[in-house]
């Protein structure tokens, strides 16, 4: 089960968009954060709603939260 939330993520995407060279797409940036916090495959596949991810739905929030941070 996926227990991060968004504002858990918000360091693990910094650092992901870091180590990507400063720009990056959402898949790229999901991926590294995978690396990151090494998720099982059990939390990379919890499902929000319909197909959308956990992961995916919250690291949404905290790309949105850190874009108007800027």
């Known amino acids: 089960m996926f227990e ?3 504002d858990d993520l918000m360091n ?4 992901a968009i870091k ?3 400063g720009s990056a797409s959402n898949d790229e940036i999901i991926e590294k ?3 990151i916090l ?3 495959e059990e939390e990379i596949e919890d499902i929000h709603k319909g197909s959308t991810t956990k992961l995916e739905y919250r690291a949404a ?3 949105t939260y ?5």
Not at 12 to 15: E, G, N, Q, R, S
């Open 38 to 40: 090494s998720l099982s």
């Open 61 to 63: 929030w905290a790309r």
């Open 19 to 21: 180590e990507l060279g």
């Open 33 to 35: 954060i995978i690396e």
């Open 66 to 70: 850190l874009n108007r941070a800027i």
């Open 4 to 6: 991060y939330k968004y």
């Open 12 to 15: 693990p995407t910094l650092k």
